[in-house]
């Protein structure tokens, strides 16, 4: 064990070897065993790597000891020379446990960092606690894959030094140097399931399987290998099909129901929604088997998986406040102003507003930002576009509105003109439209009314719509 002791800095030396972190190294300071041996350890390489580091400790705010535990990493920095920052964070629930809220609330602080990498102190235990949590959970291939130890972290690299370091080994480390560090009191509430596993769960593994928590680590990077694997096959079966458009179901008619739910997870995943292997396969059933007139539908919380046009396309659900007057929140138009939600794909993002705010007004400028709905862009033109004044109303779309694209036809619902132009169904009811005196005089994928549309010659503006980002 001495032994070992004495070469962990050598093997957190090796670490950066295989992982450079750059000229600016951060580190996630909790003040806890964990994290307090990482500071040391980095503080004593700072000369072989030749980085600058810093270290963060996010104030939480949930323990009434928070205060005096940033005081603590004050002194410590202090101590090392380390420059700190202390951030302050406010925990949302919002739905999710609380060990999941404050973990978002730190990532957040994390992925802000201006700094080339950011190291955290996650160890062995930890692993295999998470391998085991996310087996419990159902997770998928890539959930039971864990934490690796080096991934992005938005622009910055996230390094976990100590990953294959038992916790047993690093409480001694510290010991025998006579480190200090703070004890958080949470760590012994077992209501939290983390805490449960630790304390409860994981005893009674080793008991009956010795050496469990080395295990479930090293099962960790065999997950993570097969995670790989399938999402080098994904790539494969979805190199040629994948587009702007979205998934074509024949090609996932085409593949066997492993493959295709495999390529449909590597579609999700890629646009940010993780999901269980049971949702997968509903999802995959009902885009697959759904008549061809119908409108399947799954959702994944943030998002709802739809069809259409022969693809599978993802739309973002976001649930907003609401604005204040000329800032838009989020509605389907039709539904209730309580019920109103916001919808965006990779090829459409549409964000309509609450009821009181539907409303913008254009005095002449060539852009007029309608806020999450995206931007109307005007440019004078001669001979070409739409027969403006000075002023004109901006609204979104209520439903029931008429248009006459073509002056020698009758005026057609704005709704079949939509459908015949194949505007996704998500996308029809929040469109901008502009008003003239009360008038319809352009919506935006169809064009203007006939009556509206300038002659040679005349003075007009073209109008354009630049969808959300």
Not at 337 to 361: G, I
Not at 381 to 387: C, D, N, S, Y
Not at 397 to 425: S, Y
Not at 445 to 463: C, K, N
Request: proline fraction near 6%; charge should be positive.
């Amino acid at each position: 064990m001495s032994l070992r002791h004495h070469d962990l800095s050598a093997r957190v030396a090796c670490f950066l070897r295989r992982h450079p972190p750059g000229q600016r190294l951060a580190i996630g300071y909790s003040g806890g065993l964990d994290s307090t041996v990482l500071l040391h350890l980095f503080a004593g390489l700072r000369g072989e790597f030749a980085f600058h580091l810093f270290a963060v400790h996010v104030h939480h705010g949930l323990s009434p000891q928070a205060d005096a535990w940033a005081a603590h990493c004050r002194r410590q920095c202090a101590d090392l020379e380390v420059p700190l920052r202390v951030e302050r964070v406010e925990v949302h629930r919002a739905g999710q446990g609380l060990e999941a809220a404050a973990r978002e609330a730190r990532y957040r602080v994390f992925a802000a960092l201006d700094v080339d990498a950011l190291a955290l102190a996650q160890q062995r235990d930890d692993q295999a606690e998470t391998v085991l949590l996310q087996l419990l959970r159902g997770a998928g291939m890539k959930g039971l894959a864990a934490m690796p130890e080096a991934r992005a972290l938005g622009s910055l690299k996230l390094l976990r030094p100590l990953l294959d370091v038992p916790r047993e080994e690093i409480e001694a480390y510290a010991r025998a140097r006579g480190w200090s560090w703070v004890d958080d009191e949470s760590n012994a509430d077992i209501a939290l399931r983390r805490n449960a596993a630790r304390h409860r769960l994981m005893p009674i593994l080793e008991d009956l399987f010795p050496g469990a928590a080395v295990t479930l680590a090293q099962a960790a990077a065999q997950f993570a290998e097969s995670a790989a694997l399938l999402d080098v096959l994904a790539r494969q079966d979805g190199a040629a099909a994948i587009g702007p458009e979205g998934l074509p179901v024949t090609r996932l008619k085409e593949l066997d129901a492993a493959r295709a739910r495999n390529l449909l997870r590597h579609y999700l995943e890629l646009r940010g929604i993780p999901v269980q292997r049971e949702r997968l396969r509903v999802a995959l059933e009902q885009m697959l088997d759904a008549r061809e007139d119908a409108q399947p539908r799954v959702d994944f919380g943030v998002a709802t998986l739809r069809r259409f046009q022969g693809h599978v396309v993802l739309v973002r659900l976001k649930s907003t406040p609401k604005p204040p007057q000329d800032r838009l929140g989020g509605c389907s138009a039709g539904a209730s102003p309580a019920r109103r939600r916001c919808y965006s794909t990779s090829l459409f993002q549409v964000n309509p507003p609450a009821v009181d705010a539907r409303t913008w007004h254009w005095r002449g400028e060539a852009e007029l930002d309608l806020g999450a709905a995206g931007t109307l862009y005007f440019s004078a033109a001669v001979g070409r576009g739409v027969r403006l004044p000075a002023r004109a109303m901006v609204r979104l779309r209520a439903g029931g509105e008429k248009l006459r694209p073509e002056a020698l036809r009758p005026a057609r619902t704005l709704k079949n003109l939509l459908r015949e132009a194949a505007v996704p169904p998500w996308l029809r009811e929040c469109l901008p439209l502009i008003y003239l005196e009360g008038r319809l005089a352009w919506a935006a994928e169809i064009g203007a009314d006939a009556a509206f549309q300038v002659g040679p010659e005349e003075a007009g503006w073209l109008i354009s719509w630049r969808r959300p980002e």
